[in-house]
């Protein structure tokens, strides 16, 4: 029985490290394995790890601030830290499974017989290039924000126009990236023309920005989240 569970755990591990992998390197041969073979378990061990990530993170920044010289003590800055953290945990999650809902009723709408399964396992390759894009966002932040700062999205509105212009050079690639592992999850899993494929970016298009509003507007993020 142990044996089978640690069987279990490094077959989940590798489907991990393989749609990471593959995502980056190899898209079209690794989306074209998951509309026949979708890994659902590596997907969702991927997005786990990035939504404890990104609780930890919004856990710090809220440490640090509610912590910070007339923030109010340790209780409230203890207080804080686990709620942004869970928050954190919460959200990144929840967004990608409901993103995954959207995209497999949109497609299975326009004709698609994609199961969800392999949309999960497709969007979650998707939230490679978030995580790059993230991980650059804090590296820009340690090397150019001003000391002292907490907010690692602060970089959008700070710094001199050569950073931003890099910053947004790269989020614009990493923008590019997914939207070409969208168009993937699609094309390839989906099995859509390009006709239908147009026809789910009219509807999908408004409800990601719609999502950016909304996040902008409660503070969610500083800059829309790719």
Partial sequence: METNGKGRLRGTLAETGALIWGAARHPLRTYEKMAHTPSPRGALVFL??????????????????AGAPGGGGTSPAAAAAVGFGLGGLVAVFGVYLAASAVIWGVARALGSQ?????????????????????GGLLAFHGLF????????ASLSSAGPAIVQGLFMTFSLAAFLWKALLLYLTLRVVGKLDFTRIAMAAVVLAPVAVGYWIIGLSLGWFKVPFI
Avoid: E, M
Avoid at 119 to 134: D, E, I, K, N, R
Avoid at 145 to 152: K, L
């Fill in 48 to 65: 786990g790890t990035l939504a404890v990530v990104a609780g930890a993170i919004n856990a710090a920044l809220a440490w640090g601030a």
């Fill in 114 to 134: 994609a199961t969800f399964k392999a949309v999960l396992t497709a969007w979650a390759g998707s939230y490679v290039p978030t995580a790059a894009w993230f």
């Fill in 145 to 152: 924000d001003p000391p002292g700062a907490v907010d690692p």
